[in-house]
């Protein structure tokens, strides 16, 4: 589950309580008129599917109508509209794999863990980084993510709001992350230029403002500073957690000194 990135894509005019009768399956299925073979799930599927392939923009009941073979109106018997459709392709992704073993280790690996998944999540499916999630519809997929997080981190011994912000951290940190290895590819489909081309192409000029010694910080620094060789997302998480070590470390020896006194 997530709820801190922003976006370009709102809910406007979405129906809460369909959205959420259809996410927990407690609303009436149709009975007549849809094509045969069509299923809310088969929509959520072809939504997602067409989602990753050409981008959120691309997913219209129009299109979906198109893609699944029946006519549009026969979508609006399974779902009000787009942004109900958004509510449930976005608890989709977010639901746990049904392989997914709970968590087993301790709350540092708990969270190593999150923060791996959440980024491969991004990867795959980059369109949510599009999504406005400050307010989400909670379906069985967003809300068994997070049971299965707290349950990886209730170890910490941190106070309910403290663990909720330790998730809120660590995906705000994938988050960035995230969206700047998103906007790394698409800048490589829009421009041709691969990056070793791009910089290629900015090395005269830099070189020259570098020998000029009005930036001598920069022009100090080794050759494989930028390298794509150091990974930036691990060196981070580390240290994220490191921090959050310390604080856990401190919170349980303040609990032990309160028990003795």
């Not at 959205?19 to 407690?26: A, D, V």
């Not at 290895?181 to 900015?202: C, R």
Request: hydrophobic letters at 35%; charged letters at 25%; glycine letters at 12%.
């Amino acid at each position: 589950m997530t709820s801190t990135n922003g976006g370009d894509t709102q809910r406007t005019g979405s129906d809460i309580s369909r959205s959420l009768e259809l996410l927990w399956g407690e609303g009436e299925r149709p009975t007549r008129g849809p094509k045969p073979g069509l299923t809310l799930e088969r929509i959520v599927t072809e939504g997602v599917r067409l989602a990753d392939a050409e981008g959120l923009t691309a997913v219209s009941m129009r299109r979906l109508s198109t893609e699944l073979g029946t006519g549009t109106m026969s979508l609006y018997r399974y779902v009000p509209g787009k942004s109900e459709l958004l509510d449930l392709m976005l608890d989709r992704v977010y639901a746990p794999s049904a392989d997914a073993e709970p968590p087993s280790g301790s709350w540092r690996e708990a969270v190593e863990a999150y923060a791996r998944e959440t980024l491969v999540l991004y990867r795959d499916h980059p369109w949510l980084l599009q999504v406005n999630q400050a307010r989400p519809v909670l379906g069985p997929g967003s809300v068994g993510g997070l049971e299965r997080t707290l349950s990886g981190i209730k170890s910490m011994g941190l106070t309910d709001p403290e663990l909720i912000g330790v998730i809120v951290m660590v995906e705000g940190y994938v988050t960035g992350v995230a969206r700047t290895q998103v906007h790394e590819v698409e800048a490589v489909k829009k421009s041709g230029l691969t990056d070793e081309a791009f910089w290629e192409a900015q090395y005269p000029t830099l070189e020259r403002i570098m020998r000029s010694g009005s930036y001598p910080h920069l022009a100090g620094l080794s050759d494989d500073a930028f390298g794509s060789q150091f990974d930036h997302f691990e060196f981070g998480l580390q240290r994220l957690l490191d921090g959050l070590d310390v604080f856990v470390a401190g919170r349980a020896a303040a609990g032990s000194d309160a028990r003795k006194a």
